[in-house]
Antibody, heavy 123, light 108 residues
Framework: QVQLVESGGGLVKPGGSLRLSCAAS????????MSWIRQAPGKGLEWVSY????????YYADSVKGRFTISRDNAKNSLYLQMNSLRAEDTAVYYC????????????????WGQGTLVTVSS | DIQMTQSPSSLSASVGDRVTITCQAS??????LNWYQQKPGKAPKLLIY???NLETGVPSRFSGSGSGTDFTFTISSLQPEDIATYYC??????????FGQGTKLEIK
């Protein structure tokens, strides 16, 4: 069965860095786009970034552009999010999600999600 | 950026009621609109994709409609297990994705 397992969250000081990982199993990872979505405590969902199946196409939300870097290792069935220059407003549960591919390209209809990993940015 | 305005922000209804949530996009998004259900402490679950398509395994009491800028999500007969927060989401591969603010659904 499809599984996505995030790790790497924790407490970090403002200005610090953290690298999140998402281990995928149960499907052909290299066939799918992948996304990161976050949710601040008690708040709604916010899309963060997506990466194409090959890693050649990447997009970021304006709120993280220049600070976060998404990447993937298809040989390891893993997705990553490198987060630098962290701010208090980056505090959230971070989810990785699988995005199906259609003839037209990426479908943003994330059909499987991980359980999330909590990132807390605080001094 | 494309903005999504979802309403209402909260809703109280009785078991068996028909429930409707709306989402309006700030510009034409064709049918690139999804609906998710999120229960407390859990990851979101995809219910409806591309405005009106029911995700595999989702009960048929859930439905979606609309195109362009105006979209509707309906639960035809509310069940106790439907208590959750519901989000619309538009996706645009060049401009990025945007979620609505969410609708918290409670049982009256």
């Amino acid at each position: 069965q499809v599984q996505l397992v995030e790790s790497g969250g924790g407490l970090v000081k403002p200005g610090g860095s953290l690298r999140l990982s998402c281990a995928a199993s149960g499907f052909t990872f290299s066939d799918y786009y992948m996304s990161w979505i976050r949710q601040a405590p008690g708040k709604g969902l916010e899309w963060v970034s997506y990466i194409s199946s090959s890693g050649s196409t990447i997009y970021y939300a304006d709120s993280v552009k220049g600070r976060f870097t998404i990447s993937r290792d298809n040989a390891k069935n893993s997705l990553y999010l490198q987060m630098n220059s962290l701010r208090a407003e980056d505090t959230a549960v971070y989810y990785c999600a699988r995005d199906p591919v259609t003839p037209g390209g990426r479908s943003g209809s994330s059909d499987y999600w991980g359980q999330g990993t909590l990132v807390t940015v605080s001094s | 950026d494309i903005q999504m305005t979802q309403s209402p922000s909260s809703l109280s209804a009785s078991v068996g009621d028909r429930v409707t949530i709306t989402c309006q996009a700030s510009q034409d998004i064709s049918n690139y609109l999804n609906w998710y259900q999120q229960k407390p402490g859990k990851a979101p679950k995809l219910l409806i994709y591309d405005a009106s398509n029911l995700e595999t395994g989702v009960p048929s009491r859930f439905s979606g409609s609309g195109s362009g800028t105006d979209f509707t999500f309906t639960i035809s007969s509310l069940q106790p297990e439907d208590i959750a927060t519901y989000y619309c989401q538009q996706y645009d591969n060049l401009l990025g994705d945007t979620f609505g603010q969410g609708t918290k659904l409670e049982i009256k």
